[in-house]
């Protein structure tokens, strides 16, 4: 059963940056066969979609954050990534990995990494 493990999340001033990063528990080259996507919740709120890159490494971002955050992946490490950059207070939450086809199933979201911002 795949799970994703994410990490890289920290306390960070406004205007700062972090490099977040996601592995599948587990085998299996997930990233060559499934569209990606980073998911941040913050308190209150429902889990949203940040960013996303297809298998052929089409990218697309919320624009929220277009223009700010990077998403990538290394299929050799079997590591997503997300770049994140000129973040503000309003980026502040857990942020998620997982699959597209995955997402509706609970079993395979992680603990999220928390980033918070501070202004």
């Known amino acids: 059963q795949v799970q994703f493990v994410e990490s890289g999340g920290g306390l960070v001033q406004a205007g700062g940056s972090l490099r977040l990063s996601c592995a599948p528990s587990?085998?299996?080259?997930?990233?060559?066969?499934?569209?990606m996507g980073w998911y941040r919740q913050a308190p209150g709120s429902q889990r949203d979609l940040v960013a996303s890159i297809t298998t052929s490494g089409t990218t697309n971002y919320a624009d929220s954050v277009q223009g700010r955050f990077t998403i990538s992946r290394d299929s050799a490490k079997n590591t997503l990534y997300l770049q994140m950059s000129s973040l503000n207070p309003e980026d502040t939450a857990v942020y998620y990995c997982?699959?597209?086809?995955?997402?509706?199933?609970?079993?395979?979201w992680g603990q999220g990494t928390q980033v918070t911002v501070s202004s």
């Open positions: 997982n699959a597209d086809v995955f997402r509706l199933r609970p079993e395979t």
């Open positions: 587990g085998s299996g080259d997930i990233f060559k066969y499934y569209t």
